[in-house]
Each structure stands twice: as C-alpha cells, then as structure tokens.
C-alpha cells in the first residue's frame, strides 16, 4: 500500500467538540471513593477516646503497664524498655567453614556429627 493510498483509506483525526469538557467542573465529582478503616486506625480511634474518668484510653492503658511493671511483670518492664530505650541490636557470630565432602565417611558418622568434628578442628 502506498502512501497514497494510506490517506485515502485513513480518516482524519477528530477533535473533542468544545462542549464535551465545561472549564471548572470535574469528571469524577464525587472523587475517589474512601477507603475502610484498617485494623490499626480503628485501633488509634479508640485508643484516643476519652474514658469515664477523663483521661484518654491510651494513657490509662499505658499507666497499666506501668503498675505492672512496678510490680516486677517481666512483660510489662521489657515493654517499657524497648519502647523507651529502643531495642538492643542483636549481634550474630558468622563462620565460614570449609567442608571437604571427601573427607567425610557417611557410613561412620552423621552430618551433624561431621560438622561438629570440622567446627573443632577449627578452633
């Protein structure tokens, strides 16, 4: 097909009539719909309610907390601490061990066996 033929087979691209978008009026009025609630803003809502005895349900739950850990609950204490003082940062020892499977006799010993007799030999 030649070029010719292209633009009399082709139609001509159209423009949007200049009354399909009225300036200043939205498509979507209504906008994105909302979402639900998840679990945990749920949670907060409640949590920020004021209780019978004024105070917000969160701060008497953490008051809670507190007695307990006054009175030696370990939960409680460790709670308290990881949540003002941070987590401590975990450490992990790595060790590179250099297996020789053809220095190991599978009918003599266990895998585990094997590597217990190398990590040993290693120190």
Do not use: C, H
Not at 26 to 53: H, M, T, Y
Not at 114 to 121: G, K
């Amino acid at each position: 097909m030649t070029t010719s033929e292209k633009q009399k087979n082709s139609r001509p691209k159209q423009k949007a009539p200049k009354t399909a978008f009225k300036p200043g009026v939205s498509g979507n009025p209504k906008g994105r719909p909302k979402k639900d609630l998840a679990i945990s803003d749920i949670l907060r809502n409640i949590a920020n309610e004021v209780g019978e005895d004024g105070k917000e349900k969160k701060q008497a739950m953490l008051e809670k907390v507190i007695n307990k850990a006054l009175e030696g609950d370990k939960w409680a204490i460790e709670f308290y601490a990881d949540r003002t003082e941070g987590k401590p940062k975990q450490s992990i020892e790595q060790i590179n061990v250099d297996v020789d499977a053809g220095n190991w006799d599978k009918d003599k010993e266990t895998s585990e066996e094997y590597i217990n007799r190398v990590l040993s030999s290693n120190k």
